[in-house]
């Protein structure tokens, strides 16, 4: 069964960088993958795609402090020079044979 | 400039219904597959329904399966959802997306790549 997971939460020191990862579930550790930003009372926000070999292609303006990277089937979303408005909700997407799918999500805390 | 408006959404009873819309701008909506996703409150994303550029598919999460219905009309560039028999549990704000579809490799992405501001639906009695 396909399943994305990820840790609750997060936190890190402005200026700093953090790693938020996403874990597919045995058997598809070749899947792609969405980063999204959800910031309160926002729409999301694309942040960029990750495929299994850990290229990745970001959405219109995002800024370079966003990255991504792949290992296995983690996926990796780093974020760096860490600023306020970062301070968000960060969900990763996949999908499979007839679903769309999302992690429960990472809280990210600006500290 | 991409861009995907939602209306429709508001407060219905237990039971009822409502039909949400989407109206895009910026792209060429007919060659694009899109996407429905709620958010609960105090939730996280959650699936809701995927329709191909052309109808070759409709697909809905098990949640809102036989409930509601996707379309759209590439004529007039819009997509929409029609909730019915509404639950509590529905409420929620829905987001409408584009998938990003394509990156020139020849492999399609069914991955959300640009999104709307949302709108409220509030199912209570």
């Known amino acids: 069964q396909l399943v994305l997971t990820q840790s609750p939460s997060a936190s890190a020191s402005l200026g700093a960088s953090v790693n938020l990862t996403c874990t597919l579930s045995?058997?598809?550790?070749?899947?792609?993958i969405a980063w999204h930003q959800k910031r309160p009372e926002k729409g999301p926000r694309y942040l960029m795609k990750v495929d299994s070999d850990g290229s990745h292609n970001k959405g219109d303006g995002i800024p370079e402090r966003f990255s991504a990277s792949s290992s296995g089937a983690e996926r990796f979303l780093t974020i760096s020079s860490l600023q306020s408005e970062d301070e968000a909700d960060y969900y990763c997407?996949?999908?499979?044979?007839?679903?769309?799918?999302f992690g429960g999500g990472t809280k990210l805390t600006v500290l | 400039e991409v861009q995907l408006v939602e209306s429709g959404g508001g407060l219905v009873k237990p039971g009822g219904s409502l039909r949400l819309s989407c109206a895009v701008s910026?792209?060429?909506?007919?060659?694009?597959?899109m996407t429905w996703v709620r958010q609960a409150p105090g939730k996280g994303l959650e699936w809701v329904s995927s329709?191909?550029?052309?109808?070759?598919?409709?697909l809905y999460a098990d949640s809102v399966k036989g409930r509601f219905t996707i379309s759209r009309d590439n004529a007039k560039s819009s997509l929409y959802l029609h909730l019915n028999n509404l639950r509590a549990e529905d409420t929620a704000v829905y987001y409408c997306g584009r998938d990003l579809g394509t990156d020139g490799s020849g492999f399609y992405y069914f991955l959300v790549d640009a999104w709307g501001q949302g709108t409220q639906v509030t199912v209570s009695s």
């Open positions: 329709i191909g550029s052309k109808n070759s598919f409709l």
């Open positions: 910026g792209f060429n909506f007919r060659t694009y597959s």
């Open positions: 045995s058997g598809h550790n070749t899947y792609a």
């Open positions: 997407q996949t999908w499979g044979t007839d679903l769309r799918l």
